[in-house]
């Protein structure tokens, strides 16, 4: 997958978020450390030389602003991803002035963060070669820029939404995603729908995938789907 064993630092001052961060980009396989002032985000670039920052603007000393400004200052270009409640244009335009290379307002999903953080790597470390668009769990594949999806090696068909729902399943790989969060993610928050939308595509994707395999896509009864190899 994209990145796979890059170093990611997360800056955050609310410790919720650096934890949830964390544990998310853990499962994709990424070396995460964490830092929750602007002083300690700069001392952490230096000490474990990341591949990518994922950098909080509004932090209780330097802001992420001023952080970025000093770690381009002192030549360091590491990539950074700025996490901010400020979603303004102009925000926006500051961070990428300051030195960022991609910006989510909060509040964001999970997903979309991985997926930034997937493309980022994949631009910034071409060493990593052409695995990088690809996402693994266990024996499936999501291949992000041939858009095909393999099982065992075997290559399995899935429609253009099917590929959308299994994305973010890969996305969220051990969580548990509600219907809810479904229907947001993958059909978009204006889509007036139901639950059973959800449940039609999860019995179809599941039904393609098992053809080749144990099951995947696991129900967990009255919350929601979770991708996870089932326990013996």
Do not use: C
């Amino acid at each position: 997958m994209a990145g796979q064993g890059a170093r990611v630092l997360v800056v955050d001052d609310e410790p919720n978020i650096t934890t949830l961060l964390s544990s998310t980009l853990r499962l994709v396989d990424l070396d995460v450390r964490q830092a929750h002032t602007g002083r300690d985000a700069l001392s952490a670039v230096d000490a474990y030389d990341p591949h990518l920052v994922l950098l909080d603007i509004m932090l209780p000393d330097l802001d992420g602003l001023e952080v970025a400004r000093r770690l381009r200052a002192s030549d360091h270009r590491v990539p950074i991803l700025f996490l901010t409640a400020r979603g303004g244009v102009d925000d926006r335009v500051a961070g990428l002035t300051a030195g960022g290379d991609d910006y989510v307002a909060k509040p964001f999903s999970l997903e979309e963060v991985v997926l930034r953080v997937r493309a980022i790597l994949r631009r910034s470390r071409p060493e990593a070669g052409e695995e990088d668009a690809v996402v693994r769990y266990a024996d499936l594949e999501l291949d992000e820029d041939a858009h095909e999806v393999r099982r065992a090696g075997h290559s399995v068909e899935v429609s253009p939404t099917e590929f959308k729902l299994l994305r973010y399943l890969l996305a969220n790989a051990g969580r548990v995603v509600s219907k809810t969060q479904i229907l947001d993610r993958v059909w978009s928050y204006e889509f007036d729908g139901s639950g059973a939308i959800v449940e039609s595509y999860v019995y179809t994707l599941r039904k393609k995938l098992d053809a080749h395999g144990p099951p995947l896509i696991q129900t967990v009864r009255g919350v929601g789907y979770s991708l996870r190899e089932r326990r013996p």
